[in-house]
């Protein structure tokens, strides 16, 4: 079992920045690819960014390119989304989510989610 816990959600400006974090514990976290996702009202989950355990490989969705950054810190057992430039449209709540392989995150399968931070961009 992984058990992960998002942190770092609020209430943000047009143009202003928020960074998430996601903090891992139980089986070894260095083994498995961790994926952020997010979810507006009235629409499904999407694939956001992800990252392999090594950081060798990210991948990010097509609307947060250029904006949001994920990196990890393997001795720390935490995952992070740096997202600047937000818009309204990034208004969400942000999943974490850990899996033993990217492909599958990009594919918005995961082995294991947390429960999710609340980000609203206001205009």
């Known amino acids: 079992q992984v058990q992960l816990v998002e942190s770092g959600g609020g209430l943000v400006q047009t143009g202003g920045s928020l960074s998430l974090s996601c903090a891992a514990s139980g089986r070894t976290f260095r083994h498995y690819a961790m994926g952020w996702f997010r979810q507006a009202p009235g629409k499904e989950r999407e694939f956001v960014a992800a990252?392999?355990?090594?950081?060798?490989?990210?991948y990010y969705a097509d609307s947060v390119k250029g904006r949001f950054t994920i990196s990890r810190d393997n001795a720390k057992n935490t995952v992070a989304l740096q997202m600047n430039s937000l818009k309204p449209e990034d208004t969400a709540v942000y999943y974490c989510?850990?899996?033993?392989?990217?492909?599958?995150?990009?594919?918005?399968?995961?082995?294991?989610w947390g429960q999710g931070t609340q980000v609203t961009v206001s205009s």
């Open positions: 990252i392999s355990w090594l950081g060798s490989k990210i």
């Open positions: 989510a850990a899996d033993s392989t990217i492909e599958r995150l990009k594919l918005s399968l995961a082995d294991y």
